[in-house]
Nanobody, 120 residues
Framework: QLQASGGGLVQAGGSLRLSCAVS????????VGWFRQAPGKEREFVLA????????YYADSVEGRFTITRDNAKSTAYLQMNSLKPEDTAVYYC???????????????WGQGTQVTVSS
């Protein structure tokens, strides 16, 4: 199971760190992706990280502001979000795949999502 947490309400320019705790699965065997879905929009790719953490992939909209990391020993992945903007408001989901990819269909395990709201 994947449990995403850390969402909340923050002012524009602020920061949040989301966590994705994995249980029942060996996190080290999976790449981790973060996706988000804003109201009325389709879910979109945000970032992904390889199994070892050596490679990361970012959507253009978050590059330079968001960082994805992982701690396999703690079975947890993280999404550090800085310089938040109102357009970052969405439900954020973590997911696991065999390889880091932007393609949602390739992620086999999904968390329940955590709400991030950025006020202007």
């Amino acid at each position: 199971q994947l449990q995403a947490s850390g969402g909340g309400l923050v002012q524009a320019g602020g920061s949040l760190r989301l966590s994705c705790a994995v249980s029942g699965l060996p996190l080290s065997s999976y790449a981790v992706g973060w996706f988000r879905q804003a109201p009325g929009k389709e879910r979109e790719f945000v970032l992904a990280i390889s199994r070892s953490g050596g490679s990361t992939y970012y959507a253009d909209s978050v590059e330079g502001r968001f960082t994805i990391t992982r701690d396999n020993a703690k079975s947890t992945a993280y999404l550090q979000m800085n310089s938040l903007k109102p357009e970052d408001t969405a439900v954020y989901y973590c997911a696991l795949a065999n390889l880091p990819t932007t393609t949602q269909a390739l992620y086999s395990h999904w968390g329940q999502g955590t709400q991030v709201t950025v006020s202007s």
